[in-house]
C-alpha cells in the first residue's frame, strides 16, 4: 500500500525539506517504521520509548485523529493521505 | 508547604518601589504586574540543599492570565507614542494564544480593534478567549507552526499596511522593555535583592532578555539562563526551538549565561506534580521552568532561584498536555506523594 505522509515544519529536516512523501505500509505503525527506513530520526520523534505515539504529536488519517480510530494498528489503504500535525503551535 | 514568597499584594503596574495593594483600579489595565512569588517546596523534597531556594512568579495572576499582558500593554503604549497607533487603525500581530488574548483585552481596553494569525491548532479555550475579547482570529496552516503564522500576517499587512498596526512582539524592543521596566524590578523587589539565578522560557526572549538585563544592571553576578525545548518537534505551547527557528530580533543569546532544553513529557509531568503537591495547575511552558530550575538550583550550595510560571493550566485542559496523565497518576503518583508527603 502506498500512502501520501503531510510532513510538519519541525520534522522536514528528516525529508530533505520535503512538506509531502510516499511511504508504504498496512497500517498508521508499518507506515512510520518504512518512513523511519527511508528518514532515519522520525520514529524517535513520533512515538515514545514504549512504542507509543508521543503525547504533543497527532497523527490524522485521511483528516481522523488515530487516537480515535486504532491508534497505532488503524488499517490503511492505497492512497489515503497521513498528516503529522505538532500538538501546539510553537512561540507565543 | 508551598508558600507565597514575601508578599502577595498587588499594585498598579508601574513597579514602584513601594508597592501598596489595589484595593480599588478602575481599569484592568491597571491589575497587570505585580504578580506573587511562589516557593516552590514540595515537588523538589530532598532535591536541594539547604540554602536554596527556588521561587516561581505567578503571571497567571494578569488579568489576561499571562505573563504577556506585560509586552502587550507596553508595546500599544509605544506605539501611541510613535504616532503608529492612532483612531481607525487595527491592531494585528501573530500569536498562539497568551498575547494574542492579552492584545485582545489591551485593544477592548482602549476601544481598538484587533485581528490575530494563529496556527489552526491551537487550544480552543485560546481562540475563544480571544473571540471573547472582541478580536477576529485568523487561522493558519497548523503544519507549519508559529513561523506561518508569521508569513501569513505579514502577507495580509502587505495587501493593506495603512490599515494596520503591528505591535510585532518578536521584533519590538517595547516587549522586552516590560520586562526590564516590570517584571525585573519587582523581582529585585520581592527576593530583597538576594535573586542569584534567574530562569525564564524562551518564546520571543522578551523576558528572559528584559528581566535578565535589569537584573544584570542590580548585580551583574546574576545568572540569566533560557529554557527551550529539547527538539525543533515539541510540545511545549509558547516556547521556541530556537536552533530550527526564526530567531527573533529581540533574542541576543550573547546576553545568556546559560541555555537548557527540556523534554516535553518531563515538562507535562511536572505539570501533573505541581497539581497533585504544590496545588497549582499551570501551562507546560511553567512545568519546563521548573524542571530547568532544579537542574539548575541542584548544582549549588545556596542561591535564590527565580523563575517565571508565565500561565496557569486552565486553557490547556482540552490540549494533549493531558493525554498521559492517567498513566501517570496510576504509575507514578503513589511512589511520588509518598516522598512528597512523607
Known sequence: MSVRVRVPTPLRRFTAGSEEVAAAGESIKSVIEDLERHH?????????????????????LNGDDIRFLDQLNSRVKDGDDISIVP????GR | MATIFQSS??????????????????????????TPLL?????????????????????GFNPGGSVKDRPALSMIRAGLERGELRPGKVIIDSTSGNTGIALALVGAVMGYPVELVMAANVSRERKKTIEAFGAKPIFSDPLESSDGAIRVCRKIIAENPDR?????????????????????????????????????????????????????????????????PDDALHGL??????????????????????????????????????????????????????????????GLKEGCVVTIFPDFGDKYLSTNLWIGWQAWARERLPQLLKKWNP
Open chain 1, 40 to 60: 532515519p530520526g522520525m520514529r524517535e520523534r513520533l512515538l515514545d520509548d514504549k512504542g507509543e505515539v508521543r503525547r504533543f504529536v497527532n497523527i490524522y
Open chain 1, 87 to 90: 500538538a501546539i503551535a510553537g
Open chain 2, 9 to 34: 499584594l498587588r499594585s498598579p503596574a508601574d513597579a514602584s518601589e513601594n508597592p501598596v495593594p489595589a484595593a480599588r483600579v478602575t481599569s484592568a489595565l491597571d491589575l497587570i504586574g505585580n
Open chain 2, 39 to 59: 516557593e516552590i517546596t514540595k515537588v523538589t523534597a530532598g532535591l536541594l540543599r539547604p540554602g536554596v531556594r527556588i521561587l516561581a512568579k505567578l503571571e
Open chain 2, 164 to 228: 494596520y498596526f503591528k505591535p510585532d512582539q518578536y521584533n519590538n524592543e517595547a516587549n522586552a522593555r516590560a520586562h526590564f521596566e516590570t517584571t525585573g524590578p519587582e523581582i529585585w523587589r520581592q527576593t530583597h535583592g538576594q535573586v542569584t539565578h534567574f530562569l525564564a522560557g524562551i518564546g520571543t526572549g522578551g523576558t528572559v532578555m528584559g528581566t535578565g538585563r535589569y537584573l544584570k544592571s542590580r548585580n551583574r553576578s546574576i545568572k540569566v539562563i533560557a529554557v527551550e
Open chain 2, 237 to 298: 505551547e509558547g516556547l521556541k526551538h530556537m536552533a530550527t527557528s526564526i530567531v527573533p530580533g529581540i533574542y541576543h543569546e550573547n546576553e545568556l549565561d546559560d541555555k537548557i532544553p527540556i523534554g516535553t513529557e518531563d515538562a507535562y509531568e511536572m505539570v501533573y506534580a505541581l497539581g497533585q503537591v504544590e496545588g497549582i495547575l499551570v501551562g507546560q511552558s511553567s512545568g519546563a521552568a521548573l524542571l530547568a530550575a532544579i537542574k539548575v538550583a541542584r
